[in-house]
């Protein structure tokens, strides 16, 4: 869990009163201590290709180019736009585009000659789209400085989450990527495994359900290059279970919740040695009675898609959510007396990704002062493509 209250210090700021509520705190310092912590665990910058939708901030994706990290993945175009106007130089749409999208991958490309554009799949139609919209924007490019290389993708795996991809043992994964080989404007790009379903909180048995279910990944992969089709990378894993993704040969890994942490990981991961990076800065809004405080603290500032818990405040272990709606977030605690309307608290979020896209901004907290402002860029669905 987080630490208690007598060890939350870290957390306060000084000037709190002039911070309008609610608001997203990250804190620089520990962010820079995750993110060494995520290099250190990968053995090396080099294998790591970090997610961006945790933050979707631009300041956040050049603190990582600047230590040396020159992959990322994403999950929208939005963020790969991001990204490539950072200076990104290796960019993968962890997302198979379909209807306009297909376009606006293409369009990408095109904009950002300096980024290497690739994207997964698990279906040929959309393979097939996207090698049209290829071959027709270079049609129209006939000088070959300008023309759009070959777009890599990753066949997407299903690897027990039973969400998107193919499994590795289905034939389908092996003729989809012979269709790769031979379609125009494309090139197969390697294989794509996400495990998020793997959350075991006891370390061995971790590492024994991530081996279980990369061993169908590691026999395509052996299949593949007996047929003399290249795999130029596996891209697997999450932040539980990247690092022991790092042990294999030939692994790109691509953890993401771990640059700030959040209360879920926390309790469930605490082996992965992360700080909690980020906060909510809420306000008591009212006190509906005895016991009660009601916080400024809604759906719109704190991600509601799983159950309560949704956010742990340190300082007061005991709270419990009572009722949760668009602005306010009501919670039971002894100490209730304790709050005058008006008082700050500081709640670390039980799922960060979610919540950082419900803010503009994140302010930048170092010593306990405001140092900076990050904006968070990539929350739109569509930049300029």
């Keep these: 869990m987080i630490s208690p209250a007598h060890d939350f210090a870290?957390?306060?700021?000084?000037?709190?009163?002039?911070?309008?509520?609610?608001?997203?705190?990250?804190?620089?310092?520990?962010?820079?201590?995750?993110?060494?912590?995520?290099?250190?665990?990968?053995?090396?910058?080099?294998?790591?290709?970090?997610?961006?939708?945790?933050?979707?901030?631009?300041?956040?994706?050049?603190?990582?180019?600047?230590?040396?990290?020159?992959?990322?993945?994403?999950?929208?175009?939005a963020e790969a736009e991001m990204a490539a106007a950072?200076?990104?130089?290796?960019?993968?749409?962890?997302?198979?585009?379909?209807?306009?999208?297909v376009g606006r991958v293409v369009a990408l490309a095109a904009s950002f000659p300096g980024t290497a554009f690739s994207v997964v799949a698990d279906s040929p139609e959309p393979m097939r789209e996207l090698s049209e919209a290829v071959e027709r924007a270079n049609a129209g490019r006939p000088g070959s400085k300008e023309r759009i290389p070959p777009l890599e993708v990753l066949i997407d795996l299903d690897v027990g989450q039973h969400r998107t991809g193919v499994p590795a043992d289905d034939p389908k994964a092996v003729e989809l990527y012979h269709l790769l080989a031979a379609l125009p404007g494309l090139r197969p790009g390697g294989l794509h495994a996400y495990d998020g379903?793997?959350?075991?909180?006891?370390?061995?048995?971790?590492?024994?359900?991530?081996?279980?279910a990369f061993?169908?990944?590691a026999r395509l992969r052996a299949r593949l290059l007996d047929a003399g089709l290249p795999v130029p990378r596996i891209v697997a894993g999450g932040t539980p279970t990247f690092a022991l993704h790092a042990r294999r040969e030939g692994v790109e890994c691509s953890p993401g919740t771990c640059v700030f942490w959040d209360a879920g990981y926390a309790a469930k991961l605490p082996d992965l040695g992360f700080l909690p990076a980020a906060t909510l800065l809420t306000r008591v809004a009212s006190k509906p009675g005895p016991g009660r405080l009601c916080l400024d603290l809604g759906h719109k500032a704190l991600a509601s898609e799983m159950p309560h818990p949704r956010v742990q405040f340190p300082s007061l272990p005991d709270a419990r959510a009572v009722l949760h709606s668009e602005e306010h977030l009501v919670i039971e605690t002894v100490r209730a007396?304790?709050?005058?309307?008006?008082?700050?608290?500081?709640?670390?979020?039980?799922?960060?990704?979610?919540?950082v896209a419900l803010h503009t901004e994140a302010i930048v907290i170092e010593q306990g002062r405001v140092v900076d402002r990050w904006n968070v860029a990539a929350r739109e669905r569509r930049l300029t493509i």
Aim: a positive charge; proline letters at 9%; glycine letters at 6%.
């Design 215 to 217: 061993a169908p990944v």
């Design 337 to 355: 007396a304790e709050f005058r309307v008006g008082d700050c608290l500081y709640g670390v979020p039980w799922h960060i990704c979610p919540t």
């Design 10 to 77: 870290w957390a306060q700021v000084e000037t709190a009163h002039e911070i309008p509520s609610p608001a997203l705190l990250v804190y620089r310092d520990r962010v820079l201590a995750n993110v060494q912590r995520m290099i250190d665990l990968a053995g090396g910058a080099q294998r790591l290709r970090p997610h961006i939708k945790t933050h979707k901030m631009p300041a956040l994706t050049r603190m990582q180019l600047a230590r040396g990290i020159s992959k990322f993945k994403c999950a929208t175009i």
């Design 197 to 212: 379903q793997i959350t075991e909180p006891d370390p061995a048995r971790r590492a024994t359900a991530c081996d279980e």
């Design 86 to 101: 950072c200076g990104v130089s290796d960019m993968l749409l962890a997302y198979q585009p379909v209807g306009p999208n």
